[in-house]
């Protein structure tokens, strides 16, 4: 038997499927490669090519490799773009998990670990944001991320489904130097991307009430984030009670100004970052509390920003 990966080839959806292995339960991959990459699923790794969205495919998969579980991290990720592209994104994200979880009714699959996101909660008003903290998504991306949950919420009430939603902001460096970050937009990407072309990194207002000026954010390391997959994975087997929803938070934060500066320091290249506008929308500070996923998830951060950093670089460089 064996727990299935969706979006399995993906940056994050790799950290998974290794945290697994390493823990010696058996994964299948499925993935549409729309942005994921077929290198970075392991060898031995059975993988499944097609879409959430392909409910005869899905069935097909959960049925062959006798699949007893989902982590269900497939979807069109990008908020930004969602803007532009809302039924694209509404289609990918809520239709495809709708269409997932119907394969799973199908075929008796009773237990899944969503990916969700912190863009459900637009920009909150409060310091440290709670699972309770209310939800203001301001784009398709976020809005559909929400939905997801009430589908399984909801699913749950009528077969019993267990489940349990993973929130989370930004993720950052790697575990694994095969497998690196490949988006375009995420910060990480973008100033390693710059440095490597010989331009400047560039951030985005410097005159935010925060200590340094620039933006507070939470920034969690890819192997955190997928540990805590696998024990939630691993509690919905033993029957435990999860809550319904985690944030995966780092309680404090860092700003673009310590990144930056972490960034020249593990690189070695001294740089002064161009100060841009601010961009409209981005608020002063968005941290998550992690209290709930620390007592039931065994949730905590385990690497440093140095760490975060040097991981990120290593793993870009040997793609590079």
């Not at 239709?95 to 920009?123: C, K, N, P």
């Not at 995420?186 to 410097?206: E, H, K, M, Q, S």
Request: proline share 5%; hydrophobic share 40%; glycine share 10%.
């Amino acid at each position: 038997m064996s727990w299935l990966v969706t979006g399995g080839a993906g940056y994050i959806g790799a950290h998974v499927v290794r945290a697994f292995r390493e823990k010696g339960i058996d994964v299948v991959v499925l993935d549409d490669l729309s942005s994921g990459r077929r290198g970075f699923v392991p060898q031995g790794v059975e993988f499944v090519q097609g879409s959430i969205l392909d409910g005869a495919l899905v069935e097909d998969a959960l049925r062959t490799h006798d699949v007893r579980g989902v982590v269900h991290l497939a979807g069109f990720k990008y908020a930004g773009v969602s803007v532009d592209r809302p039924l694209h994104t509404y289609q990918q994200n809520v239709t495809g998990t709708a269409t997932l979880l119907a394969a799973m009714e199908a075929t008796g699959v009773s237990r899944i670990v969503f990916s969700s996101s912190a863009a459900v909660y637009g920009t909150p008003d409060v310091d440290l944001v709670t699972e309770s903290t209310a939800k203001h998504p301001e784009s398709p991306y976020g809005e559909s991320k929400l939905i997801g949950e009430w589908l399984l919420r909801d699913q749950a009430k009528a077969q019993g489904l267990a489940h349990t939603s993973l929130r989370y902001f930004n993720v950052v460096g790697s575990g694994d130097p095969a497998v690196y970050d490949v988006s375009p937009h995420n910060l990480f990407p973008l100033v390693f991307d710059a440095l490597l072309d010989g331009r400047t990194p560039r951030i985005n207002g410097d005159d935010y009430p925060t200590p340094d000026g620039t933006c507070v954010r939470d920034y969690i390391h890819v192997a955190d984030l997928a540990a805590a997959h696998v024990v939630a994975a691993e509690r919905l087997e033993a029957g435990a009670a999860l809550e319904p929803v985690y944030n995966l938070g780092s309680g404090d934060g860092v700003s673009v100004g310590e990144i930056m500066a972490a960034v020249a320091q593990v690189t070695g290249i001294a740089f002064r970052p161009e100060i841009a506008p601010r961009r409209p929308g981005d608020p002063a500070r968005i941290v998550a509390s992690g209290e709930l996923a620390a007592r039931d998830l065994d949730w905590r951060m385990r690497h440093t920003l140095a760490e975060m950093v040097q991981s990120a670089w290593d793993a870009r460089r040997a793609a590079a």
